[in-house]
């Protein structure tokens, strides 16, 4: 016989009012995650465009109006479902719109630019290096399916409106471009390596949205895939290599040079200086406010 | 070696360890060597009931440990990621992937057997273990199913649900045994569920009792969620079992569970024989950035003030250390061990108060820690002779988003990681000062962390290193590359006079130890 404990609410009151629960979840599940993870994924559509149609949040920059291909609800997007949700829900939401970590998939560069799974198995294959995605060993029907899947919830994703869980351009409106100036200019000491006429010059033609926020917050990927760390070793010999870090623990450094080779060495062998241009951007990081931040967001949406 | 209480056993025990072969004793484990384990096993998750991560073992020692070397290494042949800390229990070893349990021979490496779970619908995130009783294995499936195998072949005893997988419950945890109860928490933070301990019967597979985290689904204005899904911990005097639950759903948008939303994000305690709350300490109240306070509560019989006290530590995910009295959980200390911004400060009872000005919103907030939190679920360790709590910490930053439309179920909204590093940190869990740290470079946390009474730390940096430092101050006087990140916690273990040191890194489980 099973016990039910639960402080201050008896047996009965727990049964009923879970039965209860259960009705009442399935009444209200007008929602995208749950319609996602049921087999009937042609209500999706239907249940997205009600929720979403009474938000009234349309882009701010809606590109020009491309029609968007049809993505059918196949039986492969339906067995992806499911290699989706045992192995990718947990990061990237179950609707691949993005989860615990896990960037959202569906408006997903790399998935944007795929033509079946000529760039997603790769990624899924063999993981990302440097970041949490894992590599996992799935079979070719399987990664089809996958791949079929995440196209499918891509396109759900471009034709509602507005949008579910991803940050618009339109959300980041909410700053004051005469303070960000102030700010960039001052506290923020963001003149002490950029300029508006300079370096970020068109930088809002370049990022939008929350792309560009994250890269103002932290650059650290680089320009154009360019480690903007440096590394200058010297050996015992007293010879001197300069390159981008490539790679950083207790026991080893490592560095690729101008010419693209890879050389390395026991860090307790040689002497060497990391410089780290996006350090002064972390260590922003504990002085920003939330307004400094929504501040900065309009100025840099003005240097178009 | 400590011994044991009941007389019959003691009896056979006895017999076993010194005059037959120990497989004679075969595959077997009694509530006295759970309650009081001997240096020849590790018989639950934590090796102990007090969760400390502490080995009385001595013999790698910082003089020596610069000689550690590979004793051998089990290859899963999976891409899953090892997160388990293997059960050993009369020289064979439990180690688990998602679907998968290995019995290992913990002399030689090689494999003694392989249980593999049919395909399933459940979330397979991770897997951390299995507990055992008797002559049984107990393992979770990823879709919240509890099996009973044999330890002898792996072959299915019984088979029964925990929760309903349909409903979006999935299991990763390692079961806690007390006598014949069967302790198991779930996960499940996508839907709005709430979260369940539940007891089931070792023999039976009956369900004994279940502790519900929160009201039902659909009672208005409370939150769901809750879920306790990292083994908690247990006291046998106070007859008390710890746990920490999970965060409210839905996640990220508190609007429609205003209060503190209890019990999520919560340690709690609990009577093991009827499920019943003696006592709960929220580490975070009403929380809105997805941080499970399920880090293990480990227990620490010391001192506040001079006088003995039966205490309780956590490092939380939410950036805080709390230490409470474990008879009725009122706060002893409570600090933050990196970077936090998100509470106003700390109230009568020792919670942190959130400021709602940091709770996710249309334009974003700028949070520390990040969403993975300062601590997760890699363990935690206690030093007893320093007073050391040692913790891969993670000082992070993110931004959260929620807007109405993301609506108010599940997710309910978006967060993006920023920056994070990773740091071994050493708290004095007097002061909750910390006393030296580690800092291992920019990205995830580390790795877990195991001390041993000669002084070692063992745990690993983010980029594959194993590491043995010196507990008095962190230096390292180890290291091995694994080659991949390291998503354990280390446990050890002493066999014919050799003590051995296990750590994973990817789906490969290495063994070390000093040279023969």
């Known amino acids: 016989m099973m016990k039910w404990t639960m402080s201050a609410v008896s047996l009965i009151a727990v049964l009923i009012a879970y039965n209860c629960s259960q009705n009442t979840v399935n009444a209200a599940s007008t929602n995208a995650i749950t319609q996602a993870a049921s087999a009937s994924h042609n209500s999706v559509l239907t249940h997205v465009i009600q929720a979403s149609s009474a938000g009234m949040f349309a882009q701010a920059k809606a590109p020009a109006a491309a029609p968007i291909p049809v993505v059918e609800n196949t039986d492969a997007v339906k067995a992806g479902s499911q290699v989706f949700q045992n192995n990718c829900a947990f990061c990237h939401g179950r609707d691949a719109a993005g989860g615990e970590e896990g960037p959202d998939l569906t408006r997903s560069k790399l998935v944007a630019e795929d033509k079946d799974g000529d760039k997603i198995f790769p990624v899924v294959r063999n993981g990302r290096a440097g970041t949490e995605m894992p590599a996992f060993n799935l079979s070719t029907a399987e990664l089809n399916n996958l791949q079929a899947f995440i196209h499918y919830r891509a396109y759900i994703s471009a034709t509602q409106k507005g949008g579910r869980r991803g940050v618009d351009v339109s959300d980041l409106q909410t700053g004051n471009v005469e303070a960000g100036k102030l700010y960039f200019e001052g506290a923020g000491g963001c003149t002490k390596c950029h300029s508006a006429t300079g370096d970020l010059a068109g930088i809002a033609k370049r990022y939008e949205g929350l792309a560009l926020e994250q890269r103002m917050l932290n650059p650290s990927g680089g320009k154009n895939g360019v480690n903007l760390v440096k590394v200058t070793v010297t050996t015992a010999a007293g010879k001197t290599f300069t390159g981008s870090l490539a790679y950083q623990d207790e026991f080893t450094i490592g560095l690729t040079d101008s010419d693209s080779t890879y050389h390395s060495w026991p860090t307790h062998l040689v002497k060497f200086t990391v410089t780290d241009p996006v350090k002064a951007h972390i260590d922003m990081l504990p002085k920003y406010s939330d307004e400094n931040i929504h501040d900065l967001m309009a100025y840099l949406q003005t240097l178009k | 070696m400590k011994f044991l209480q009941s007389s019959l056993i003691l009896t056979l025990v006895t017999v076993g360890i010194f005059t037959m072969p120990q497989q004679v004793v075969g595959q077997n484990l009694n509530e006295s060597q759970l309650l009081h384990p001997t240096t020849d096993i590790w018989p639950t998750h934590n090796g102990d009931y007090s969760g400390r991560r502490h080995s009385i073992l001595t013999q790698i020692n910082p003089t020596n440990v610069k000689d550690l070397a590979l004793a051998w290494a089990f290859q899963t042949n999976q891409t899953a990621t090892i997160k388990s800390s293997p059960l050993l229990v009369d020289g064979i070893l439990y180690l688990t992937v998602p679907d998968n349990v290995w019995a290992v021979d913990a002399r030689s490496g090689h494999m003694l057997w392989r249980y593999t779970y049919p395909p399933n619908k459940g979330d397979h995130i991770g897997q951390r ?23 002898k072949d792996g072959k299915v005893i019984w088979n029964v649900v925990v929760a309903d997988s349909a409903k979006g419950y999935w299991t990763t945890m390692a079961p806690l045994v007390i006598r014949n109860h069967i302790i198991v928490g779930v996960s499940g933070d996508m839907d709005n569920l709430p979260g369940i301990i539940r007891s089931i019967d070792a023999d039976t597979g009956q369900s004994q009792w279940v502790w519900y985290a929160t009201p039902p689904a659909g009672t208005p204005n409370t939150a769901t969620g809750g879920p306790a899904w990292v083994t908690g911990t247990y006291d046998p005097d106070l007859n008390l079992t710890y746990w920490g639950t999970g965060n409210p759903t839905p996640v990220l948008q508190g609007s429609s569970r205003p209060g503190d939303n209890l019990y999520t994000c919560s340690i709690v305690a609990l009577d093991p024989d009827t499920g019943k709350l003696k006592w709960a300490f929220q580490p975070s109240p009403h929380d809105t950035h997805d941080w499970d306070a399920v880090e293990t509560p480990i227990l620490i019989d010391g001192t506040v003030a001079g006088k003995p006290r039966k205490l309780l530590a956590q490092a939380s995910r939410n950036g805080y250390f709390f230490v409470l009295d474990r008879t009725d959980g009122k706060d002893i200390l409570t600090t933050t061990f990196g970077p936090t911004n998100w509470a106003l400060g700390i109230d009568k009872k020792g919670q942190p108060i959130p400021n709602p000005e940091k709770d996710p919103a249309r334009d974003g907030r700028l949070i520390a820690p990040e969403e993975s939190g300062m601590n997760n679920y890699r363990s935690s360790s206690f030093d007893p002779k320093t007073g050391l709590f040692i913790v891969d ?10 807007k109405p439309e993301d609506g108010t179920y599940g997710w309910a909204g978006a967060d993006y990681g920023l920056w994070g590093k990773a740091v071994i940190e050493a708290i004095d869990y007097h002061t ?54 390291i998503a354990s916690s280390p446990t050890t273990y002493m066999l014919d006079g050799r003590q051995y040191m296990l750590t994973s890194s990817g789906g490969v489980l290495f063994s070390f130890a000093l040279p023969e």
């Open chain 2, 393 to 402: 910490a993670h000082p992070s930053w993110s931004i959260y988003f929620t």
């Open chain 2, 432 to 485: 909750g000062k910390v006393r030296w740290s580690r800092d291992f470079g920019t990205g995830g946390a580390s790795a877990g962390v195991l001390t041993t009474d000669s002084g070692l730390t063992f745990t690993g940096d983010n980029h594959g290193n194993a590491l043995a430092l010196s507990t008095t101050d962190g230096k390292t006087l180890w290291h091995a590359g694994l080659g991949q990140g």
């Open chain 2, 129 to 151: 273990g299995v507990a055992m009783y008797k002559g049984y294995i107990y393992f979770l499936g990823p879709d919240a199913h509890l099996l009973k195998l044999d330890a």
